[in-house]
């Protein structure tokens, strides 16, 4: 298997340009989470799926951030309009369940976003 | 949540057992406690879980007291490779749930 796949691995953009983060999950796995990291904020979830469907985005910093799953093996972050201070390392990871926290989590490779 | 509170950093040597404790005072009835390990530009990785007593597995061992309100995670003889931050996480097993990474503990294993 070839573990969660996240692309692209480095993404260097301007500050009002749209910025769209994929990831592609372990065929089979019902949850997909989406995370954010930064020194000073640590690792932070976004938001998650089960079954395609989005439980909680309470994560989600503000408007700007939207988040799709259009199929089992898809899920998209975008940030319109980007700014600086998104910059950080974002990472997918799934779980074989759907819903059950103490799954364990299956991590991407990692987005690392610098925003000038 | 339960929250849990850890070591920012700790430092070792090669072939030195490492503990790290881990407090979760408010830890619940159904919540079990899991350690993820992640070493520089990777994503986290799933080291070691369970819900009371003792759990070993072939990287580490996961100590948990009768009252549950502490955890401590074992790195027996750790490497140099075995520098990374170590995450303590507890929830439970109920559907909606989640787990929230904390601050991790540092671990630098030196030569």
């Known amino acids: 298997d070839a573990g969660v796949i996240q692309s692209p691995r480095h993404e260097v953009t301007e500050m009002g340009q749209e910025v769209t983060l994929r990831c592609k999950p372990i065929?089979?796995?019902?949850?997909l989470f989406w995370y954010r990291q930064t020194m000073m904020r640590g690792l932070e979830l976004l938001i998650y799926?089960?079954?395609?469907?989005?439980?909680?985005d309470s994560g989600m910093p503000e408007d700007r951030f939207s988040a799709k799953m259009p199929n089992a093996s898809f899920s998209t972050l975008k940030i319109q309009p980007s700014e600086p201070r998104d910059s950080a390392v974002y990472f997918c990871?799934?779980?074989?369940?759907?819903?059950?926290?103490?799954?364990?989590?299956?991590f991407g490779p990692g987005t690392r976003l610098t925003v000038l | 949540l339960a929250k849990t509170t850890q070591p920012i950093s700790m430092d070792s040597y090669e072939g030195q057992e490492v503990n790290i404790t881990c407090s979760h005072n408010n830890i619940a009835t159904n919540d079990y406690i899991t350690w993820y390990q992640q070493f520089p530009s990777q994503g986290p990785r799933f080291i070691i879980q369970?819900?009371?007593t003792k759990v070993t597995n072939e990287v580490a061992s996961l100590f948990i007291p009768a009252d549950r309100k502490s955890s401590t995670l074992s790195l027996p003889r750790v490497s140099l490779s075995d520098t990374a931050v170590y995450y303590c996480?507890?929830?439970?097993?109920?559907?909606?749930?989640?787990?929230?990474f904390g601050g991790g503990t540092r671990v630098l294993v030196k030569p």
């Open positions: 799926f089960n079954n395609n469907v989005p439980i909680d």
């Open positions: 369970g819900y009371k």
């Open positions: 990871a799934s779980s074989p369940q759907a819903g059950v926290s103490t799954d364990t989590q299956y």
């Open positions: 065929s089979g796995h019902n949850s």
């Open positions: 996480l507890v929830g439970g097993k109920a559907a909606g749930n989640k787990l929230t």
